[in-house]
């Protein structure tokens, strides 16, 4: 890591991969796979979303990294998006990123985080602790940048460990197993195509969010060219072999009846793993774990609304810095959106919400590598996506399958079902949208104001 006094702090390959891991293994996998029992028990299908999951996740990574390396510059899809197709579209996505891609995310690892706590002491307050730990590590990310990098390092190093330990106990210590055979004997390819696995696919894919990371933070990395394609490939081959790990140690030792619906799948494994005392003090590890994720996400997401701040007269405040360099102004602007969300508490429309606005920014970003090719074919790409055409293609076409099965799923839910009074979650995706797009038409007014008072000032003569 090279640094100067204040603000100049260049991090390198481990730390940039460590902020990729830690913002990948989060909430979605200790939470996830309760809702996935919803759509199908069958532990093979489950097993193979996981991996079509990371499919979608490395193929993504290998175009990140090509991006990445052509414009090297912090923002992720904001920036990439406005140079691509239109600043508009940029701001859209960028917008999106505060609200969305970051501030809900930190939201639902901390209301996961106190989840797990209250499970294994009733008395304390879930909501509290969750807005408890939120504040201390905003704090933190908005005192230094330094101390932000040393506190991620640990915790991402801390949660590798603790997943693999819990992998290994996964494997040699329960007394009784689950059957797989008969998963084997039940598995049907019709099951891949069925809207459960689609919907399914959503919460994994939230699990894999993340591989993007380090594209968010392009102007605080040494080297950017080379070293953001291989933070992104090598993060995304990690948490991939982890997660089909992780996922078959919980599938093989607890019945899935236990698991279905629950949010704190990781300490109902526990407990039958190790053992109701063991088992509790696990749980308190998987809550520890969450605070890496926090702390990335709490770092990485106001690098996004701090370019923006930069490119737009509005937001102009966001791109405020402290003297050790941190944007303190977007840091408490994502925390008081990730507090708003805490206190709402319903995890499941949170989730869902986030993952189809960030698939579809990711879906138009992946696309964008085929114009950006066209539009500047004289570029220089440091790093060109392996596999190309093909990796973008299987990215775009189950992403799309994802998305339409998922507003899918909220129609029914409103219209056939009645299950709900309104399409919450597209309902919440596209005012998010269009929100976005009314804030960069009212910056364009003020910044077309400015110019023609300045033109009439001058033909007046003053």
Same mark, same amino acid.
């Given at each position: ?286 809550? *520890? #774990?969450?605070?890496? $994720? !926090?702390?990335?996400? =709490? ?7 701090? +370019?923006? &701040? ?86 775009? *076409? #189950?992403?799309?399958? $994802? !998305?339409?099965?998922? =507003? ?7 219209? +056939?079902? &009645? ?44």
């Amino acid at each position: 890591m090279n640094s100067n006094k204040y603000g100049t702090y260049k991090f390198g390959l481990t730390t940039a991969s460590a902020f990729v891991i830690a913002n990948m293994i989060g909430t979605g996998v200790f939470t996830s796979l309760g809702f996935q029992l919803l759509g199908t028990t069958n532990i093979i299908s489950i097993l193979l979303l996981w991996l079509v999951g990371g499919i979608i996740a490395l193929c993504g990574a290998l175009v990140y990294g090509e991006l990445g390396a052509v414009m090297p510059r912090s923002g992720g899809e904001y920036h990439y998006l406005r140079k691509i197709y239109h600043p508009m579209l940029g701001f859209m996505a960028g917008w999106a990123s505060l609200i969305v891609g970051f501030a809900a995310p930190v939201a639902l690892a901390c209301m996961a985080l106190s989840s797990y706590l209250a499970r294994v002491f009733p008395i304390l307050n879930p909501i509290m602790v969750a807005l408890s730990v939120l504040t201390i590590i905003t704090i933190i990310h908005a005192y230094d940048v330094k101390a932000g990098g040393a506190v991620q390092r640990f915790f991402t190093f801390f949660k590798i460990l603790v997943i693999l330990g819990f992998i290994v106990c996964g494997l040699a210590m329960p007394v009784k197993y689950q059957n797989f055979s008969a998963s084997f004997s039940g598995f049907s390819w019709n099951d891949v195509f069925s809207t459960g696995f689609a919907v399914s696919l959503v919460w994994v894919y939230y699990s894999y969010s993340g591989w993007n990371a380090s594209a968010y933070m392009a102007n605080e990395i040494k080297n950017p060219q080379r070293t953001i394609p291989r933070s992104l490939f090598i993060s995304t081959l990690v948490v991939t072999v982890l997660y089909l790990f992780i996922n078959a140690v919980f599938l093989l030792s607890t019945p899935a009846a236990e698991m279905t619906g629950q949010l704190e799948v990781g300490l109902i494994a526990a407990h039958h793993i190790f053992g109701q005392t063991l088992g509790n003090m696990a749980g308190l590890l998987i809550a *520890l #774990l969450l605070i890496s $994720s !926090i702390s990335s996400m =709490v770092f990485l997401g106001p690098r996004v609304s701090q +370019v923006m &701040g930069e490119d737009t007269r509005i937001l102009r405040p966001l791109a405020k810095k402290s003297e050790r360099g941190t944007p303190y102004v977007s840091i408490w602007v994502q925390y008081f959106i990730s507090a708003l969300l805490i206190i709402t508490n319903s995890f499941e429309l949170v989730t869902k919400y986030t993952g189809i606005t960030l698939s579809f920014f990711a879906l138009i970003t992946v696309t964008g590598i085929f114009v950006h090719r066209h539009r500047f074919p004289n570029a220089e790409r440091p790093y060109k996506t392996w596999g190309y055409p093909v990796t973008p293609i299987i990215f775009i *076409l #189950l992403i799309l399958w $994802s !998305i339409v099965y998922l =507003v899918r799923e909220d129609f029914l839910r409103t219209f +056939v079902e &009645g299950k709900q009074d309104v399409m919450w979650m597209s309902l919440m995706s596209l005012v998010t949208l269009v929100t976005g797009a009314l804030i960069y038409q009212a910056n364009r007014w003020v910044i077309n104001r400015k110019i023609n008072y300045k033109l009439s000032y001058n033909r007046d003569g003053h």
